[in-house]
Nanobody, 121 residues
Framework: QVHLVESGGGLVETGGSLLLSCEAS????????MGWYRQAPGKQRELVAV???????NHADSVKGRFTISRDNAKNIVYLRMNSLKPEDTAVYYC???????????????WGQGTQVTVSS
């Protein structure tokens, strides 16, 4: 089982910055892909950014140039640096990890509880 703890959300003005963190703990062999998703009221959950264990990244077009995903493999932490925030970035942000359990051949999908990000205009 993998437990994810997110932190760093909050209220910020347009143009401001936030740093989200998500730490994975529990019983697993290895954390592979880590990512951030978001869900705004009345909308579907969407991918924000994903990073492989080898640090290859993919960012949604809507956040390219403003958000940066990174990770610390030794600590099993994934970060999302969010700059130049806009009101349309307001959403609940969820951490997602793909974890490999000891002795198994496939990854399992785990989600954090979500952290609210609100950008005021």
């Amino acid at each position: 089982q993998v437990h994810l703890v997110e932190s760093g959300g909050g209220l910020v003005e347009t143009g401001g910055s936030l740093l989200l963190s998500c730490e994975a703990s529990g019983s697993f062999y290895r954390i592979n892909d880590m990512g951030w998703y978001r869900q705004a009221p009345g909308k579907q959950r969407e991918l924000v950014a994903v990073i492989t264990r080898g640090a290859n990244t993919n960012h949604a077009d809507s956040v390219k140039g403003r958000f940066t995903i990174s990770r610390d493999n030794a600590k099993n932490i994934v970060y999302l640096r969010m700059n130049s925030l806009k009101p349309e970035d307001t959403a609940v942000y969820y951490c997602n990890v793909q974890a490999r359990r000891t002795g198994e051949l496939r990854d399992y999908d785990y989600w954090g509880q979500g952290t609210q990000v609100t950008v005021s205009s």
